[in-house]
Structures are given as C-alpha cells and as structure tokens.
C-alpha cells in the first residue's frame, strides 16, 4: 500500500504540472481512500510513512494543494476571489485542524486520573462519558473523513470547470472541523470536567479510609500475565476481611477476570506510598516483577510471596524470594525445594498454606474408571520456551511434534493439547512448533470420523455463552475510555461471584458435550482452564511445570517430557 500511495502522490504531481485534470481528480480520490482504506483495516497504517516525517496530516495536506495546483495551472480559478476564497477555507480548515488536534489533548489529560478503579462506586469523582474518539484520538482519521468533501468539491470542480463546487466542499470540511472542535471543548466546561489530581487523591484517601482493607494482592506484569493474578481471585475473595487487589498498568484493570473484589491500579509510586496509611496489613504477591520493589517499601505491610504455581523450575525457588516477609507455598515438596537450593530463604518463613485454587479438580473422571469402548483422552499441555533460553523449559521446540505424531498416529487415542498462553513470546522456534502441531492436529481430524451431538448441543453452548459473557464481559463503547469504564464497572451486584462461577460451570459442560469424544482439540483460548481439561483428561503429558504438580490432584497419571 505504501507504493501505491507513493505512485498516486507521482501521478497527482505529474497531473498538476501538466493540467490533466481527470488523472488530478482520479489521483487525489483514490489517495484519499487509500488512506482511509489504511486507517480503518490496517494495525500500524503509516509506519513506513512517519520514518521520513510524511505522516497522514502531511499527506492529505500535499494531496489538497496538488489539487489547488492543478485547478490553478488549468485556469479555472484564475479570479482572484477564487483564488482567495480557496486558499484561506482550505488555510481554516487545516487551522481549526490543529486547534481540535490540541483540545484533544487537553481533555484526554483531563480525563487521566492518578489512578484506575473496578468494583469501586466513583461516581463522586465526577465520571461522565468520553467524548466520540474520533475527534479526541483518532487524529488521523478525523482528518481524513473530514477532508471528504473538500476532495469530492473539488473533483467535481476539475470536471466542471466550475470553482462553486471546491468552495461548497471546503465549506462543509470546515464546519465538520470547527462544529467538533467546539463540541469536543464542552468536556473542558465545568459540567463535564472530573476531579482533578489532588481531588481525585483525596477521594482515594477517604475510599481508602472507609473500606478499611486488610489483605490484598499486589500484581504488575505484561499483557499475557493477566492469568497469574486470575488463579489467585477466588481464593482472595473467599478470605475474611475486605480484600483489594492492586495493579499498576492500567491496561490490567481490564484483564483481570470476573471478580467482586475492588481493583484499584495505582501507576505511580509516590501515589503508591498512600497505602502506607491504609489499614491494609497483607500483601500476596503471585508473581515477581520490576515494580514489585517499590511496594515492598511499605514497612507497615507485610509482603508474602504465593507465586502462580509449584513445579520444580527455578522460577518456583527464585533468589529474589528472599525479598518477601513470607513465602508461601502448597506443601512440605515445597518448602524441602527451597531448602535443597539454598538462596537465602530461611525455613522459619516458609509457610504450607495448601492450594485452594485447585478444588475444581476431581480425582475421578466423569464418565468413570477406564475408558471403555472409547479413545483414551490424553492431555498434552506444555509449558513455554522461558526467558532463559534453557531447552529444558518446554518440549514443544524439540519434542512436540514426535509426541503429538506419536498420538495421532494411535487410533485408540483423543488428543486434547492446550499450550502455555506465553508459547512462542520469546522464541520464534517455540511459536513455529506451536504452529505446526495444530496443522498436525487439524489434519488428523479431517481423517478421523464418527458420530457427532446434534444441533442442540451447539445450541446449549451458544446459550451458555452469551449468558456467561453478559456476566463476565462489560459492553463498552468503542469510544470509552478509562473513566467511563470506572463509572460502568462500579460497585458490582451482590451475590454476583456466585452467579458467574454457577454460570462458568454450565458453559464448561455444554462445550464438553459438544464435541464428540473421538475429536482431537485445540484449546488455546483461556477458557476452558486447564482445571477443566485435567477432568476430561484420562492422561497428561506436559513439562516441569505447575501443571504437573496440580494434576496430581486427580490422582491419574502422567508423563514428564524432559528436553534438556
């Protein structure tokens, strides 16, 4: 598309040069729908463009004065009040451009509170809706739809002969521009503008006050971490006290799954410190971080590390445990691991708190003793490649392939593989298995063939999963932002944790009864959990990992891939 682009722009000079004004007119639409073609289907649509500084606002700019050229050059604006008219709407236009482009950022900063809530009435803080994000993120796009009927006016224009139609097009452009640009500033006026920062701090510090928090759990990480702060939210919300759970990205307030449990996402650590003064007496920490330290400054806490699963990885006897008050762990394995390594983790800390999470598991299979009369359902569930680059971390890059092979070459076997959400973050070899394993997959079930569930088994699980969407899934604008979503998501219906969690069960059996019991599957999204596959597995396969050690629940057995 970046080539096209650039041979429109050639052809648009060459036509304003030589006063060929159908390729003008042809050469500066198709520009334009190029562009808005670029805006609305592609991720990063000017990146080739922004690195030799010609992003969108100075190509639609070039393509308007090109045109002006060409009409110019051709004699049909050769009066001076033409000329003028043209050159000072189209010299508005672009202004009141830039004045929307600088509003814009005034009320998004206007809108950017210290902090990010979940499960919290903020109502107080002044919440309102956010303005359309076309006039207050979308600059480019903005721009360009605006800039429709300038370049349909003066198309026609180029037609005609006739400059009535540029001006009516510029005319139109800029009352689009100048009526958002006063519209997009009525969400500086006093009746939309929410607190300020010292407002908004003091709000905090009184929420803080009442709600009065005694145990919390503390997450930072990246987009694909979400999962090791998930596990944790059930058992959280069953401790006594009022729990909290703190964050500091402000993308994870969305991450975290359906809780009742206030969220709170406090970016900045001198607003950090605040909780210093809270009645908050316990921090839970599943994962380390870079930002973990700053909150281990709080001497009025108590830090305690429950990481996000035991297995015997190094990860589960990090040197940097030493760092929490506490380490918590699921039994005496546990505490004999961070013994046996010797990091500095005194005995006297390690406390054998069990894993609650793992209660969903059954120790028997539902459909009961051996599989009689049907494949043996076996789990494949690696872990990822690591950020060590150890080859022992996961046995998709080395092992994958042959052990699925091996699998689907066995007739009296149902495959069910579910790969480690962070598969392929770090190694590309990782993400090629991964790839390669579901083709193999995919394959062998287009071989395989037998008797499906009806239409009303699709029917239940379409069912079940809109009711457990509507219960789990905010409906957002798609011009919301932060502090719209606050004001939708705050204090929740009580009773609602039980509803969700009743709701996730139903939807886990009807997706289970609607496949047949000889297809192999692919399960890669979040949901089912792996809690779900361990009870419709009969077997696992998997590496050093958590899932190991909680399988063991089941009391079925397993198989470790060893790579290294």
């Given amino acids: 598309m970046s080539l096209v682009l650039a041979a429109l722009f050639v052809a648009q000079a060459f036509a304003a040069l030589g006063s060929r004004l159908p390729l003008l007119a042809l050469a500066a639409v198709a520009g334009l729908v190029v562009d808005l073609y670029l805006q609305e289907r592609v991720d990063r649509p000017s990146a080739p463009w922004d690195m030799v500084a010609a992003e969108i606002t100075t190509r639609q700019l070039l393509r308007d004065i090109l045109t002006l050229v060409g009409l110019l050059r051709a004699g049909i604006l050769d009066l001076l009040p033409d000329q003028a008219v043209m050159l000072i709407a189209l010299l508005l236009f672009y202004g009141t451009h830039f004045v929307c482009q600088a509003v814009a950022v005034l009320v998004r900063r206007s809108r950017s509170l210290p902090f990010v809530t979940r499960n919290i009435d903020a109502t107080a803080l002044r919440l309102c809706d956010a303005p359309p994000r076309i006039l207050s993120r979308q600059t480019g796009r903005r721009l360009l739809r605006f800039s429709v009927p300038t370049t349909v006016g003066m198309m026609i224009t180029s037609i005609t002969a006739d400059a009535y139609w540029g001006g009516i097009g ?81 993308f994870m307030v969305q991450k975290i799954e359906a809780t009742d449990v206030p969220i709170v996402c406090i970016p900045k650590v001198a607003h950090l410190m605040r909780l210093e003064h809270s009645t908050l007496k316990v921090l839970l920490h599943p994962a380390n971080s870079g930002k973990t330290s700053q909150i281990l400054r709080i001497p009025s806490v108590k830090h305690a590390f429950t990481n996000h699963g035991e297995s015997d990885k190094l990860s589960s006897c990090n040197p940097y445990a030493k760092a929490y008050d506490e380490v918590w762990v699921a039994g005496p394995a546990a505490r004999e691991r961070y013994q046996l390594a010797d990091i500095g983790v005194e005995d006297k800390d390690v406390v054998e708190v069990g894993r609650p999470q793992l209660a969903p598991i059954r120790a028997v299979r539902r459909h009961g003793g051996a599989p009689d009369g049907r494949p043996i359902t076996v789990l494949y569930a690696p872990t990822w490649e690591g950020w060590d680059g150890n080859p022992g971390n996961t046995s998709v890059i080395e092992a994958g392939e042959n052990i699925v092979r091996e699998l689907l070459a066995d007739a009296q076997v149902r495959l069910l593989y579910k790969p480690h959400p962070m598969t392929g973050s770090v190694d590309p070899r990782a993400a090629a298995a991964d790839t390669r394993i579901q083709a193999m997959i995919t394959a062998a079930n287009a071989r395989r063939d037998g008797t499906r569930p009806g239409p009303e088994a699709a029917a239940e699980l379409a069912r079940r999963t809109d009711e457990l969407e509507a219960l789990t899934t905010s409906a957002f604008r798609k011009s919301a932002d932060e502090l719209e979503r606050m004001r939708l998501q705050g204090t929740p219906e009580e009773g609602r944790a039980t509803v969700v969690e009743d709701a996730a069960a139903a939807w886990e059996e009807a997706y289970w009864n609607s496949f047949p019991e000889w297809e192999h599957l692919i399960i890669t999204t979040a949901r089912p959990g792996i809690f779900g596959c361990f009870n419709q597995a009969d077997v696992l396969i998997s590496d050093v990992s958590s899932v190991v050690s909680d399988y063991l629940t089941s009391e079925k057995p397993y198989a470790v891939a060893n790579t290294s």
């Avoid at 640009?181 to 407002?199: F, I, M, N």
């Fill in 170 to 250: 510029l005319t139109v452009s800029l009352t689009l521009s100048a009526g958002g640009t006063l519209y997009l500033s009525t969400w500086l006026l006093p009746g939309k503008r929410v607190a300020d920062e010292q407002q908004a701090l003091r709000w905090l510090d009184t929420w803080l006050a009442e709600y009065r928090p005694t145990v919390g759990m503390y997450f930072s990480g990246g987009a694909t971490s979400a999962y090791q702060a998930n596990m944790w939210l059930s058992t959280l919300a069953a401790l006594d006290g009022n729990p909290i759970i703190v964050l500091r990205e402000r």
